[in-house]
């Protein structure tokens, strides 16, 4: 057996996430008032199918683009997902802590790769 492609795994979740995004578009009008949230999660989707489209460019395109603005699109990705989940459950959301705490995370990946290669270390960060 062949060792696994990762560009195509990548290309493969890409596919996934924007086909679940654009299901959870087309439903969440279907759904009564009191369920909210899907809105968010969809965006979410469709963000992490171009921060998989930018993962999936490594090595073809610029690193600026495939490890800074890629992650920084996959961290906007999961923001939503969470922002979403509280609404879901009508909780409030304090957005100006996120963008400190996506901030720190952010830098900490970008100078990752000036430090060491590791793709463990910028996936655990």
């Given at each position: 057996?062949?060792?696994?492609?990762?560009?195509?795994?990548?290309?493969?979740?890409?596919?996934?996430?924007?086909?679940?995004?654009?299901?959870?578009?087309?439903?969440?009008?279907?759904?009564?008032?009191?369920?909210?949230?899907?809105?968010?999660w969809a965006?979410?989707?469709?963000?992490?199918?171009?921060?998989?489209?930018?993962?999936?460019?490594?090595?073809?395109?610029?690193?600026?683009?495939?490890?800074?603005?890629?992650?920084?699109?996959?961290?906007?990705?999961?923001?939503?997902?969470?922002?979403?989940?509280?609404r879901h459950?009508?909780?409030?959301?304090?957005?100006?802590?996120?963008?400190?705490?996506?901030?720190?995370?952010?830098?900490?990946?970008?100078?990752?790769?000036?430090?060491?290669?590791?793709?463990?270390?910028?996936?655990?960060?």
């Amino acid at each position: 057996m062949t060792d696994l492609d990762l560009r195509t795994a990548v290309w493969l979740t890409a596919v996934l996430v924007g086909m679940m995004s654009l299901v959870l578009f087309l439903l969440r009008n279907s759904y009564p008032p009191y369920v909210r949230g899907i809105t968010h999660w969809a965006s979410a989707l469709a963000i992490f199918f171009v921060a998989c489209v930018l993962f999936s460019k490594r090595g073809v395109w610029a690193d600026f683009i495939t490890i800074f603005i890629a992650n920084l699109v996959m961290m906007f990705g999961m923001t939503l997902l969470y922002f979403g989940s509280r609404r879901h459950f009508d909780l409030s959301v304090a957005p100006r802590n996120w963008i400190i705490f996506g901030t720190v995370c952010l830098a900490v990946i970008t100078l990752v790769p000036t430090v060491s290669a590791s793709y463990q270390l910028r996936s655990t960060v």
